[in-house]
């Protein structure tokens, strides 16, 4: 059962739930039971079919939260689920109201887990709400979303040591996989600046499939890397989370991935993916072909301008080199990054 107040992101938090037991082999139904918001419903039906995860839902009018919820138990038992997460209401304050509401739905489905989604980049305001969401409704953890913000960290450290509840759960942005256990040293290494490796690793592990890893490497040694390899990249950067994220979590380069937030916006990723896209295979395999009227029609095809399309053929070349010389002399290459 996931508690908050209104915008605290417990719908999208909701899906992200599912999509992370799934990923873990486990079934789980979504249960639309905020009725008070007119959007809530077809916001996590929207994310249903989209992730492909089940959800029950009534009729606002004719029903109420308690009944929609154990009518969504009943459900997902007939269809022998493992985990049902149900999506209370909110408000934008805390009143008697909503609090009687949660207590009546806690008692309909008498869930295993209770847990407060706080906004993290509401500060002192979300250690407020954790402290009285837990003194009447009763929590066994948190989820704390929008952490991709710059005001992190405080917070989580303040919930925690007001109402002695642990944080299970981190949200790192809108994607559906931007869901993550919460690891207080790998949190306290990225609020110190100090990198973030193994949720790197972790995350690389996610995005990144053996044997095209293996197929990379051999192009590496043979110096045949093409445009559709970098076009693989540039898309595990973006399953990676965005190249901001991923420099944020590698050690030293913290601080200076925040200052540039502005400028690490993966719009130009998006640009590179959409001029590669707009490439045949023949100019792909062999991009020295791509002469001035070719790169007029690329351009038109993915939106941008002639030399857009330049930028990322010398971008290209660039990195060929870089393996070209890698496969030569890896020694070399590894003492120059050091």
Not at 201 to 220: F, G, P
């Amino acid at each position: 059962m996931l508690v908050g107040l209104q915008g605290s992101g417990k719908t999208t938090t909701a899906a992200k739930l599912a999509l992370q037991m799934r990923r873990q082999s486990h079934s789980a139904m979504l249960v639309a039971a905020d009725l008070r918001r007119p959007a809530a419903i077809s916001q996590l039906e929207t994310l249903g079919k989209q992730l492909d995860l089940p959800v029950y839902s009534e009729d606002p009018a004719s029903s109420t939260p308690a009944k929609v919820a154990a009518a969504g138990l009943r459900r997902a038992t007939e269809l022998a689920l493992t985990w049902v997460i149900v999506d209370t209401g909110g408000r934008l304050h805390i009143d008697e109201e909503l609090m009687g509401e949660l207590e009546e739905v806690k008692r309909a489905v008498n869930p295993h887990q209770t847990l407060l989604v706080v906004d993290a980049m509401t500060g002192q305001d979300a250690v407020n709400a954790a402290e009285a969401f837990h003194q009447q409704i009763g929590l066994d953890g948190m989820v704390m979303s929008k952490m991709d913000g710059d005001a992190r960290g405080g917070a989580a450290l303040s919930i925690t040591r007001v109402t002695g509840v642990p944080i299970k759960f981190i949200g790192t942005g809108e994607r559906p996989d931007g869901l993550e256990p919460f690891h207080p040293d790998r949190m306290a290494s990225r609020i110190l600046a100090m990198g973030d490796v193994m949720t790197l690793i972790e995350r690389a592990q996610e995005a990144v499939d053996e044997d095209k890893a293996k197929e990379l490497e051999r192009k590496m040694r043979t110096s045949s890397f093409t445009l559709d390899d970098f076009l693989d990249q540039i898309q595990g950067v973006k399953k990676m989370g965005g190249l901001a994220s991923v420099l944020e979590m590698m050690p030293g380069i913290g601080n200076a991935a925040k200052k540039m937030q502005g400028q690490l916006d993966d719009s130009e990723l998006r640009k590179t993916e959409a001029i590669i896209s707009s490439m045949t295979m023949h100019e792909r395999t062999s991009p020295e072909v791509i002469k001035a009227s070719r790169r007029r029609r690329i351009a038109l095809g993915s939106g941008t301008n002639p030399s857009d399309v330049n930028r990322v053929l010398n971008q290209f070349k660039q990195t060929q080199r870089l393996m070209r010389q890698f496969s030569s002399n890896p020694k070399g290459i590894m003492r120059m990054f050091r």
